[in-house]
T-cell receptor, first 113, second 114 residues
Framework: GNSVTQMEGPVTLSEEAFLTINCTYT??????LFWYVQYPGEGLQLLLK?????DKGSNKGFEATYRKETTSFHLEKGSVQVSDSAVYFC????????????FGKGTTLSVSS | EPEVTQTPSHQVTQMGQEVILRCVPI?????FYWYRQILGQKVEFLVS????????KSEIFDDQFSVERPDGSNFTLKIRSTKLEDSAMYFC????????????FGSGTRLTVV
């Protein structure tokens, strides 16, 4: 079945450091891939997405590239801020309307000034 | 920007009681979902709903759970007889016709069973 594996957290960084959160997936066919972010006490917000191989999703300085050859969708940001502290979830959906979104376990990012 | 609205934000209930969690999905979305997140754990799919019927459900969604779209706007999750292990954050989500557009989540209902 479909699944998502994320790197274990927590990830602790200083402000302006480079961020990478690894995400790999297992899926049949050609899924769409997503990163969601959950700030403390809040719901899940879509951060970025990619719907086909080699697509790059980007938002708020975050980027992730859909790599079919390595089945990966790693999240990167060149310079993190304290306000980026949150839990980040990688997720996939089979490219079929109405199918369940499958989440990874989430990676907690803590950025200090 | 359109949003998914969930009420209440926090619900405390006695074990064995019935609870109903409410959601108002985005008006032009066609698919509706419930997920749950037990504290500190992963977000788990419960059920998806389309055209007034369940289209997919997980093993978690047993006979204690039911969903309903009682009118044109609300989407509810009912837990018939709550257990301590039902304590979690419950998220409603909706999506348009095409899955690749992504899913919009509500801010969640924290259910505490005591």
């Amino acid at each position: 079945g479909n699944s998502v594996t994320q790197m274990e957290g927590p990830v602790t960084l200083s402000e302006e450091a480079f961020l990478t959160i690894n995400c790999t997936y297992t899926a049949t066919g050609y899924p769409s891939l997503f990163w969601y972010v959950q700030y403390p006490g809040e719901g899940l917000q879509l951060l970025l997405k990619a719907t086909k191989a080699d697509d790059k999703g980007s938002n708020k300085g975050f980027e992730a590239t859909y790599r079919k050859e390595t089945t990966s969708f790693h999240l990167e940001k060149g310079s993190v801020q304290v306000s980026d502290s949150a839990v980040y979830f990688c997720a996939l959906s089979a490219n079929q309307a109405g199918t369940a979104l499958i989440f990874g376990k989430g990676t907690t990012l803590s950025v200090s000034s | 920007e359109p949003e998914v609205t969930q009420t209440p934000s926090h619900q405390v209930t006695q074990m064995g009681q019935e609870v109903i969690l409410r959601c108002v999905p985005i008006s032009n979305h066609l698919y509706f979902y419930w997920y749950r997140q037990i504290l500190g754990q992963k977000v788990e799919f419960l059920v998806s709903f389309y055209n007034n019927e369940i289209s997919e459900k997980s093993e978690i969604f047993d006979d204690q759970f039911s969903v309903e779209r009682p009118d044109g706007s609300n989407f509810t999750l009912k837990i018939r007889s709550t257990k301590l292990e039902d304590s979690a954050m419950y998220f409603c989500a909706s999506s348009p016709q095409t899955a690749s557009y992504g899913y919009t989540f509500g801010s969640g209902t924290r259910l505490t069973v005591v």
